[in-house]
């Protein structure tokens, strides 16, 4: 026999047995018949031969029978890893209910016992994202070239990379390695919220050591056992990261995620112009406040003129300080106010008290532009004092600390205001400042609430109403600010691209959610928001020049004016285009299985 022809036949052989083997392609008893015998599965499946549908099923009932949150999670992140379709058919259809258990808050959970769970996450072989360590530096572009999620028949060039290096993950602080399930879950919301390819994402966590001394003592802890290294060998690694990763996939859009504050604004600045690149807690989240903000002052409209709100920040690290800084914005653009008008709305409190010039002690970087000067040299130090001090219209939490806005917090904030906007956004559920129910019953059913982490809704004793809670949350922004930057391609991500995404997701409720007074939309419809925020950083990229891909340009320079008014048909049809291209677990088009069968002749 022709050598061509042994090589192809055994290229036909490993085809087949990496289909059948493929988390991506392979469909496990919704696998037709003529596949199965085209693919030897014939008795290796049971018989019966079943639908998507019945499949999901069954894994639901399975799902549901798990005795905690941590099992469900183990049990979805193995779906995950062995197939893929069935995961996504899931997570997208039930995304209320899988929403907590892939993302916050049971992914913190799931990032403290990382180093113990691991083996059961994935079969062997399967990878569950990148991990690059330091004493992979001479190494790094040969192993991001050699990473490959599924089988390389099913392998796509990644289009976005979200990257931590586990130093503050969520409010928990240093995890080390054990921080990989974060860019993990957001890449899940990617898939789940904007249908991005799940071959199309790539998680990784660098690890530079940790400063987590359990971790560090703890015989199962997974990444390098080591203190984390200066800034000297920091900084020049990520940079090492990021040139071998964008040179191995130019197009690549990274999504900086849970570095430490200071770290996290320092990368923000250096790559922000020249890489394309975003920090979903600076920038995201400051985005999906914005925008929960833009509605609450919508609400409140009638008792206070937008600029005479005061806005009182308990926390001033990379969240608190993002979405300080997001909201200026709104008062700039939208009220014409000039940039140290708006900052005077803003107050910041840290771990020493009210944020000011004279304090004493010596403020980190992002402190210093809201430091207030206008104090008269008082110092304020608890958060009573400082309500009393700025009699806050707005009170938002991102301080890691849970339970800090008590009954008595809360209560002052009800009696300063006919309707309190208290947003306690900490992550996950045990760092929220106060529960919905305690901020409800202490403001007589008044405030007006979201948080980082979803709080089940309030029922009202007297009217027996049932009050939802909104969940400000980035997984709101970072989907559809992604998807939208993937489609049209900007050399970088600008502010003018995240203003419009706030804005765009501020417009996004429909009528219903509006009369119910929500500030965010059903999480159940976030493919459609997400498609409305994509095509709104769409637009202004393709506004401010910046957009490279010809498609896009075309479709939208010729019907700018409209699709910047994010109004009109052309604006719709807009939005429909960037729904089509998402992809679905459905697409039978996307699951070469059967065709690739019928190719081998096999
Ligand atoms: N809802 C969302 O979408 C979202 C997005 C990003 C971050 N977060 C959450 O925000 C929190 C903070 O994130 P970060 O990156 O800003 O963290 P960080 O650690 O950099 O900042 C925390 C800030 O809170 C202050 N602080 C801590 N304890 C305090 C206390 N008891 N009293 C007063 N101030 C206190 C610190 O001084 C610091 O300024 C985390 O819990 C994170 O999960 C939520
Ligand atoms: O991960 C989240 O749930 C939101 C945010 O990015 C955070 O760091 O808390
Ligand atoms: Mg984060």
Known sequence: MPDELVNGKQKNISSIESIARSPYLNKGTATPSSTRNALHLTGILPPAVETLEQQKKRALVQFRAKSSCLEKYMFLAWLRNTNVRLFYRIVIDELEEMAPIIYTPTVGTACLEYSHIYPFLAPPGVPDGLYLSINDLPNLTQIIKSYRPYPSSDSLTPQIAVITDGSRILGLGDLGVNGMGIPIGKLQLYVAGAGIDPRRTLPITIDLGTNNEKNLNDEFYLGIRKKRVSDDEFYPFVDAVLKALTSVYPNLLIQFEDFSSEHAFDLLAKYRDNLFCFNDDIQGTGAVILSGFINAVRLVEKDIHPTKHRILFFGAGSAGVGVAKQLLEFFKIEHGMSEDDAKKLVWLVDTKGLVTCDRGDKLAKHKVYFARSDNEGRQFKSL??????????????LCSTGGVFDENILKRMGELNKNPIIFPLSNPMVNAECTFEDAMRNTGNRVIFASGTGFPPFVEQETGKIRYPGQGNNMYIFPGLG???????????????????????????TTDEVEQ??????????????????????VTSVDEGLARNPEINSLVKQNLPECLSRSGEKWQKLVKYVEEKMWDPNNEKLFTCETLVEKSKF
């Open 517 to 538: 007074n929500f500030l965010y939309p059903a999480i159940q419809r976030i493919r459609r928001v997400s498609a409305q925020v994509a095509a709104a950083v769409i």
């Open 384 to 397: 009573m004092d400082v309500i009393e001090y700025v009699k806050p219209t707005a009170l938002i939490g």
């Open 483 to 509: 998807l939208g930057a993937i489609l049209a391609r900007p050399d970088r991500i600008t502010d003018r691209q995240i203003y419009a995404s706030a804005s765009a997701l501020a417009e996004s409720l």
